[in-house]
């Protein structure tokens, strides 16, 4: 069976404060993509980033930075020098390549709330 | 480009009410998706389509069904409406091509059911 658990419900923290958001995942498959999406108060779903299984590599891209490690089955998002703009929901979420399963079906996390105060 | 767009974005039905939701793609996606969004529970996936004229159940498909006549609309439908049933709806579609299979999202749609 395949799992995504965010346990962070909810994050407030002050602007300009950095701030991880944790994502655990299980699968028992070996080839696999995580994602990360953002819903700010709007409620439109927004592609951040997309990391396959093979890729370790942490990547940044801005103040957004992502932390895979497949030890630990973990692939957690920092956001460095938070703005109020970053006050959303985020969710992570996994799908599964193995054999004929190729249909892109994602299981989504329970998402993080993030509330950067002023 | 339009991108995914939903129809309707809201909508209040009664008990045992019928009714579709449209949504659209103008991307050329082989693969579309429809989830429902509800509190705490990050989003579930109900049907999804590989291809038109194909169809699958997902997660949670129970008390739902869907078509996918044209390769750029998948409807979803309910027949007998249920307060369960009440949630945001979110369409996504996707390119088959695993290196570039990000799915899009479209606005979503608020329903109630009452």
């Known amino acids: 069976a395949q799992k995504v658990t965010q346990a962070q419900t909810e994050i407030s923290v002050v602007e300009k404060e950095d701030v991880t958001l944790d994502c655990v995942y299980e699968?028992?498959?070996?080839?696999?993509?995580l994602f990360w999406y953002k819903q700010p108060p709007s409620g439109e779903l927004v592609f951040l980033i997309r990391r396959n299984s093979f890729d370790e590599q942490n990547e940044i891209s801005g103040r957004y930075s992502w932390n895979f490690q497949k030890s630990t089955s973990s692939f957690n998002f920092t956001i460095t020098a938070s703005q109020v703009v970053d006050s959303a929901v985020y969710f992570c979420a996994l799908t599964s390549l193995r054999g004929s399963g190729n249909t892109g079906k994602l299981i989504f996390g329970q998402g993080t709330t993030l509330q950067v105060k002023p | 480009n339009a991108g995914v767009t939903q129809t309707p974005k809201f909508r209040v039905l009664k008990t045992g009410q019928s009714m579709t939701l449209l949504c659209a793609q103008d991307?050329?996606?082989?693969?579309m998706y429809w989830y429902r969004q509800d509190p705490g529970m990050g989003l579930r996936l109900i049907h999804y389509s590989v291809g038109e004229g194909t169809t699958a159940k997902g997660e949670v498909p129970d008390g739902y069904n869907v078509s996918r006549l044209k390769k750029q609309n998948f409807l979803l439908g309910l027949e007998s409406a249920a307060p369960s049933q009440t949630s945001v709806y979110f369409c996504?579609?996707?390119?088959?091509?695993?290196?570039?299979?990000?799915?899009?999202f479209g606005p979503g749609t608020r329903l109630t059911v009452l």
């Open positions: 991307m050329n996606h082989e693969y």
């Open positions: 996504a579609s996707s390119y088959r091509d695993r290196r570039n299979n990000e799915q899009f």
């Open positions: 699968t028992r498959d070996t080839t696999y993509y």
